[in-house]
């Protein structure tokens, strides 16, 4: 059963914005998401997030799953979201089951709500009230949640090497032999020939600066193009690791956008790019014409 449409939390661009470098790449996790509302704007913002309610809206401004956020498997790390929630025991069994899993949660909502919907939450998980100068049109707190006997996982020691035949990549020391991730898991064997180039730590692969890597090609003419023309090149087929060790992003989720996937002229798919929109941007039709890659117009309206 389908219920009218209803929009209780509307945030701020300068929310959005705030949320963004908060979230330092983690994935958002938007429970009880109604319409989608919040989801859209974080997409639109290059956020990485997931909206999902049990109940489905007449209409939704993005794809809004059908998931009961009191059973959700929840991503280690991630940040959950309860924006303006419809009131009931829901709530506090959300913030429990994310807090246990290793997540933050941060609960949106009136002030005058707040003891109503958060009086069961458990008294040992951190409790901390966000100071942001703008949430939504309501003047909405901002309440942070975690389970303060989480324990994060050390963080890893990263070496960045210059590699005599492979190029620069980052790796971690593994005694014998260096371990890496590029579309999987992947060891190589020590050289005298390789050349530390820097040392850094972090919990993550993906977490590290890519840009200093040999992933990024910028003479090659494989990449991708974003809605405002940007152009991003990369390695041949190299376009998932691109989008998410550079972009900090999935690749269906930024193809799903609009963005050109671009083959090159030595494609051996049969078209010298991809794009999953029904049309281009103008900004995005002039960096085709300066790549000097075909298209046509009658097929894909230029009209934004």
């Avoid at 509302?37 to 809206?57: C, H, M, P, Q, V």
């Avoid at 966000?130 to 050390?154: N, Y």
């Avoid at 809605?227 to 900090?248: A, I, M, R």
């Avoid at 002229?265 to 960096?287: M, V």
């Amino acid at each position: 059963m389908k219920i009218p449409n209803q929009i209780f939390f509307d945030p701020c661009p300068a929310f959005i914005s705030w949320l963004k470098e908060y979230s330092k790449g983690r994935c958002v996790f938007d429970a009880g998401a109604g319409t989608g509302r919040l989801g859209s704007l974080l997409k639109n913002a290059g956020i990485s997030s997931l909206s999902f309610d049990t109940t489905e809206r007449d209409s939704a401004e993005i794809e809004v799953y059908k998931i009961d956020a009191t059973k959700m498997e929840y991503q280690d790390g991630g940040l959950v979201i309860l924006a303006r929630p419809c009131h009931g025991e829901w709530i506090e069994k959300t913030i429990e089951r994310a807090c246990e899993s290793g997540c933050e949660v941060l609960y949106i909502g009136l002030e005058h709500n707040c003891e109503f919907d958060l009086s069961g939450v458990n008294p040992d998980f951190k409790k901390e009230v966000l100071i942001i100068e703008e949430t939504g049109r309501d003047k909405e707190i901002v309440i942070s949640f975690k389970d303060s006997s989480w324990i994060a996982p050390d963080p890893i020691k990263w070496f960045l090497i210059k590699f005599s035949l492979t190029g620069i990549w980052w790796v971690a020391d593994k005694g014998d032999e260096y371990w890496y991730w590029r579309g999987g898991p992947s060891k190589c064997p020590k050289s005298k020939t390789d050349k530390i180039l820097d040392i850094t730590f972090a919990v993550e692969y993906q977490d590290l600066d890519h840009t200093r890597t040999s992933i990024m090609k910028p003479d090659s003419d494989t990449g991708w193009i974003d809605l405002q023309g940007n152009w991003y090149p990369c390695e041949y087929t190299g376009h998932d690791d691109y989008s998410f060790y550079v972009l900090k992003r999935n690749s269906i989720d930024i193809e799903e956008e609009g963005w050109i996937k671009v083959w090159g002229k030595s494609s051996p798919y049969g078209t010298e790019w991809t794009c999953r929109a029904n049309r281009l941007t103008k900004r995005q039709k002039k960096k085709m014409v300066d790549l000097e890659l075909s298209f046509n117009d009658g097929d894909m309206p230029l009209d934004f």
